[in-house]
């Protein structure tokens, strides 16, 4: 999960490699060309279970429906607010609308962890998205602040969208599918819904090789392989786990767009990165030895033996 979420932290500093090409366009090409891949390697297991994804068909639509909104909120937030706040209102607020979706959906609790875990991150996340916004609105007046709450307004629609995949996925993992058919079928089909947007706005990614260069990376590095990464952890941890994990892609998000962009990251964002971090050691602390083995109804159904995954 943390390696997924470092390669997704350079995605928006990558994006601006392709200053020509439009969110949508990105969003795009990202996600829908990185979601036929995922698709097209899983193939065989998802033929192999096409029963079973049948009998999820409606968890599956939900998962590509939130697979094909995501990255067009998701980069048009970026676009809109800057790297650094489209990326933390985006991911950062994402383990709350998974837990709010675990707990209505499945019953399930949150540990003290969890919320500790959760508190210092999206504390974190808020100072980052303050500190970023008061910049962006200081030297350019109203407008540029009406631009940043429509950017953030769209990270919260990322957010949202972001959740339900995870948890369509990972419902569909604790249902006996393997993890590469289950989100091979979610990505593939979410694929298929971009490619209108794709051959709409795509015309600027053909017209430059930097532009191409950017559309390729964006769809093998950070889309596939990642994605690849976070289906693997979706099958040993819950999804209100993997998002609250998906904190470290803004921290890292930020830092690049200080390093390579040029943004300027006031001393409250840095703390927020701190925040971010510290978020990040309590939730991967490994527990101690001999505290009191939780009941099975706080066990996410992930971590019971019985939902282990076959053929993986």
């Known amino acids: 999960m943390l390696a997924a979420s470092v390669l997704w932290g ?32 899983a193939a065989p297991r998802i033929s192999h279970h096409a029963s079973r994804l049948r009998e999820r068909r409606g968890t599956v639509l939900l998962g590509a429906v939130s697979v ?54 999206l504390l974190g996340t808020v100072l980052l998205c303050v500190a970023e916004a008061a910049h962006a609105s200081g030297g350019s007046g109203q407008t540029s602040a009406t631009t940043t709450l429509l950017g953030i307004a769209l990270g919260l ?19 006996r599918i393997p993890s590469r058919a289950a989100m091979g ?15 709409v706005t795509g015309a600027p990614l053909v017209a430059s090789w930097s532009n191409a260069a950017v559309g390729i990376y964006m769809a093998l590095i950070p889309m596939f392989a990642g994605y690849v990464l976070f289906g693997w952890g979706l099958a040993h941890v819950p999804a209100s786990t993997a998002t609250t994990l998906s904190l470290l892609e803004p921290a890292v998000a930020a830092v690049l767009a200080v390093l390579v962009v040029g943004e300027r990251l006031p001393a409250a964002g840095w703390t927020g990165i701190a925040l971010v971090i510290a978020c990040l050691a309590v939730l991967t602390a490994p527990a101690r030895r001999g ?10 159904s992930s971590a019971r033996p019985v939902e282990q995954t076959p053929g993986r």
């Not at 079928?185 to 051959?199: E, I, Q, R, Y």
């Not at 505290?291 to 109804?297: E, G, I, K």
């Open 68 to 121: 094909a909104v995501y990255p067009l909120a998701f980069y048009s937030s970026m676009h809109l607010a800057g790297v650094a706040v489209g990326t933390v209102v985006s991911i950062g607020t994402a383990p709350l609308a998974s837990a709010l979706i675990e707990r209505v959906v499945d019953g399930r609790r949150l540990t003290r962890r969890w919320m500790l875990a959760a508190s210092l991150g």
């Open 157 to 175: 629609v990322a957010a949202a969208t972001y959740a339900l995949y995870s948890w369509a996925a990972h419902r569909l993992i604790t249902h």
């Open 291 to 300: 505290s009191r083995r939780p009941s099975p109804d706080t066990v996410p």
């Open 10 to 41: 350079t995605t928006g500093t990558a994006a601006t490699f392709a200053p020509g090409v439009g969110p949508l366009a990105i969003g795009a090409v990202a996600m829908g060309v990185g979601g036929l891949l995922q698709a097209l390697m």
């Open 185 to 199: 079928a979610v990505f593939g089909l979410g694929g298929l819904l971009l490619l209108p947007v794709l051959a």
